[in-house]
């Protein structure tokens, strides 16, 4: 009995490949149906993402479910099994759990921290719920994978700064306004990155969006798609006691807005603080603009450094992650060894025994007129009987391989809840 | 029992305070809410102290500099707790939690001695006089902190620097509108602090205005505010420049509190231990 993980990840294998296993995917729930299907799999789970595969299997013969496993993931394409096999990792036992605590909590991710992953592993788990195909190891096993994630997510910065320059402007655009949805956003040049810039703040709720293009027919496309307005660009300096947040990217050679235009333009605005995020090369936004106060200019070089910075850190913060996965996976180690039959037969009766001392301690007192050595000695082994008889039976139960059906973890952790082993210790 | 209460309630405002600037590094939730409750319970201890005082001497007591030193401290947590539960400001804890510790400390050092009663103490002016002016200053005293992160945080996106406090400091508007919003209500209160203790001093002393050091320096920060409550209204002045002006107007406060208070003569003057002064 063994936790396998078979599957492939961005590292493992490049995207054509998981390309195809994202797109013709055989259906997770006939996989499952599948799977569950094999006589050697107790439990198993499945997830498909755009990054990565992974099937995670409880099962007797971990080699030959493996084997099975990759066959009917990949077995009826065009490419051979063994060519398969050089994009796959197969974990086994520790390693597996390690992984998976590694995903759940994105530090297996390609983007380092984005918190997605840990959704799309909940859903997967769910429908494994609702499929009957999870036990008492995979149950627990993903719940501390939740546990794992959210710890490492709370103790850890590691998804908590920006790294894409779009991100990193949206970033600070809270930090200056905090709230963005009564904000107004004046967009110079149409760019694809301006663009892109524009998404994911209007993600964040913009009010409204102005739009300044040479070619006007662009900027009313764009401002169209955004359920904005468009201007022609001669207009801006007109609109800048109105705007917020000014996104700009012309292929301009000389500043699209100088020192001068933003002269007395504080006194206009009442110094509500104005945002000017520029990403075009050359700049189209004089920098000294950020001198002057309520106003802040970044550059792409700027934000682009805010990101690298933060990449970093994430870095950094990644190898608190890793260790906190390391304990976690020593701890769920420790509580799957519980699932032995041995050390549960050990405790079982350690647990009785203690009672058993226990009832003697308060009785025999009370029993003055016990006197001679030998009555007492009839009761301690009379009890010793009763416990022993007692325990004869569940005993043999639990060391008896066919009375399980197959699924041995499961009648003992019943057994332990029944006897509430793991309180006692 | 009175003194034990006191040193209880500096022991816990000074856990609190360890807590909430543990948060501030570490960034767990926990930390916060723990320094919260510390300060609550230090809070609690020192009003009963207050009422303990009150039943003792017979007046309402804060008649001496200990006790104000005391009582400032008192109103800075008390008014951090009404501005937390408005606007759920944890990381403002960190920073207003050690200036209450400060005063606390600093009213240690003070004996705990009765004064001469004087009958006057009796006036329900006095209470009137001394419970507006402080819940002022402990107003003025979270606007200060705040204006103070105002120009962390500010620096930091200005210089691009975005390092330490970017992450655990609120945004720049919410800043500005707390330390607007303290700088509203506490200006009335100063304001009512001053009316009253004019009428506490006609009553006491025959006059209502006597150029006391106290009285000049207070009409000073009552100037201070006023002067930034204008500029906020007519001209729109927000973010760096009125964080800067508030910082400016609390130290004021602060000198008219502690110096104007101590060691410069007048009526006002508090009995200070003669070695101390």
New interface residues.
């Given amino acids: 009995m063994n936790i396998v993980l078979v599957g492939m990840n961005h590292q493992s294998a490049p995207v054509e490949i998981r390309e195809k296993i994202a797109s013709d995917q055989i259906g997770a729930e006939e996989l499952l149906r599948k799977l569950s299907a094999l006589s050697s799999v107790f439990e198993c789970l499945f997830l498909s993402t755009c990054n990565r595969v992974e099937t995670l299997i409880v099962s007797l013969e971990p080699k030959e479910t493996v084997q099975e496993a990759v066959s009917l993931l990949f077995g009826d394409r065009d490419h051979d099994t063994k060519n398969w096999n050089d994009y796959l990792y197969v974990l086994e036992g520790h390693e597996a759990v390690r992984h998976l605590f590694r995903v759940s909590s994105s530090l297996d991710s390609m983007v380092m921290g984005e918190p997605q992953i840990l959704g799309q592993l909940k859903d997967a788990y769910r429908f494994s719920v609702q499929h009957q195909c999870t036990g008492v190891v995979l149950n627990r096993l993903l719940h501390r994978a939740f546990f794992v994630a959210k710890r490492v997510r709370s103790e850890t910065g590691i998804g908590s700064s920006a790294v894409s320059v779009s991100y990193a402007a949206v970033e600070l655009a809270k930090k200056i306004f905090g709230d963005l949805t009564a904000k107004k956003v004046l967009l110079i040049g149409a760019g694809e990155m301006a663009e892109l810039a524009l998404r994911h703040l209007s993600r964040n709720g913009i009010k409204e969006i102005v739009v300044a293009n040479r070619t006007l027919q662009r900027a009313l496309d764009l401002a169209s798609e955004f359920r904005g307005s468009a201007v022609t660009m001669e207009e801006i300096v007109m609109l800048l006691p109105s705007v917020d947040i000014v996104i700009s990217s012309t292929g301009s050679r000389d500043y699209v807005l100088t020192h001068r235009d933003v002269q007395g333009l504080m006194r206009k605005r009442r110094n509500r603080p104005l945002f000017l995020i520029d990403i075009a090369v050359p700049r189209d936004i004089d920098p000294r603009i950020n001198e002057m106060p309520n106003m802040y200019v970044y550059d792409i070089d700027e934000l682009q450094s805010v990101v690298e910075v933060n990449v970093l850190e994430r870095r950094q913060e990644a190898l608190k992650g890793e260790r906190i996965v390391k304990e976690e996976t020593i701890k769920f180690e420790k509580w799957l060894e519980t699932l032995d039959v041995v050390p549960t037969i050990k405790q079982l009766v350690e647990w009785a025994e203690h009672i058993r001392k226990a009832e003697l301690d308060k009785t025999i007192p009370r029993l003055a007129s016990l006197s001679s050595e030998q009555q007492l000695l009839a009761i301690d082994s009379m009890s010793s009987a009763i416990v022993k008889r007692l325990l004869h039976n569940p005993v043999q139960f639990l060391k008896q391989e066919r009375k399980h059906e197959g699924n041995r973890q499961r009648d003992v952790d019943l057994t332990r809840r029944i006897f509430a082993l793991n309180d006692y210790e | 029992m009175n003194e034990f209460l006191f040193w209880v309630c500096l022991c816990a405002y000074l856990v609190g305070t360890i807590l909430y600037v543990l948060y501030i590094f570490i ?3 926990k930390l916060s809410l723990m320094g919260l409750v510390f300060l609550a319970f230090g809070f609690s201890c020192q009003s009963v102290y207050f009422i303990l005082e009150y039943l003792e001497a017979g007046h309402f007591p804060i008649v001496n500099f200990q006790q104000s030193l005391s009582f400032f401290a008192w109103a800075i947590v008390g008014c951090y707790f009404l501005l937390q539960s408005k606007y759920n400001l944890r990381v403002l804890g960190s920073f207003v939690a050690p200036l209450a510790v400060v005063l606390m400390i600093s009213s240690s050092l003070f004996p705990l001695s009765a004064l001469p009663y004087k009958p006057t103490y009796r006036s329900v002016w006095l209470p009137a006089h001394v419970i507006t002016v402080f819940l002022g200053n402990g107003i003025f005293a979270v606007a200060f902190v705040v204006s103070v992160m105002y120009l962390l ?1 500010e620096n930091t ?2 210089k ?1 620097t ?1 390092g330490f406090f ?2 655990r400091l ?5 800043l500005d509108a707390l330390n607007y919003g303290c700088l509203v209500i506490g200006f009335p209160l100063l304001s009512l602090g001053m009316i009253t203790g004019s009428i506490y001093a006609q009553i006491g002393l025959g006059s209502y205005w006597r150029w006391d050091p106290m009285e000049v320096w207070s009409l000073i920060t009552w100037f201070m505010y006023a002067a930034l409550l204008h500029q906020r209204l007519t ?7 009125a964080a800067i002006m508030s910082i400016v107007a609390f130290l004021v406060l602060l000198f008219t509190f502690l110096v104007a208070g101590t060691w410069m003569k007048g009526y006002h003057t508090y009995a200070i231990p003669e070695g101390l002064r």
């Avoid at chain 2, 609120?170 to 919410?174: Q, T, V, Y």
């Avoid at chain 2, 001209?235 to 420049?241: A, E, F, I, K, N």
């Fill in positions: 960034q767990r939730k945080q996106i200005k691009k975005l970017f992450r609120p945004p720049l508007d919410r001209v729109g002045w927000q973010g760096r420049r």
